[in-house]
């Protein structure tokens, strides 16, 4: 199930980000942006998207619209619940919320270290749109139109 997440998860929720891009760490020699998050205030922006598994969050996703694109600024998949759909659901969940919202598009960054993720938007029918380095590190772009 995927709900919106609650004022009391931040703490949880900044540990479950930790855990999913702590692999990272090594290949940027620094924290992740979305470690370095406000996660209560992006909660209390109503921005935070939980996906649970018996009762407990194992993934989040972090939207908002931006232009005419619903813009995703995080997906972080606890470890433990990788490689087994999580991604995709809550990608599922923000092409259908760019729809419900009436936007073109779904638009998104990764870092250029996180290679996974340079494989894995384009599987997803993401088409990579620039490169350009921001607030310190090398961001790889992508859109999907949902129009």
Known sequence: MIRPARPGEAASLRALVRRAYALYMPRMGKEPAPMLADYSALIAEGQVHVLEEDGAPTALIVIYPKDDALFIENIAVDPAAQGKGVGRALLDFAEREA??????????YTNAAMTENLAYYPARGFRETGRREEDGYKRVFFEKRVG
């Open 99 to 108: 729809r419900r919202l009436g936007l073109e598009a779904l638009r998104l």
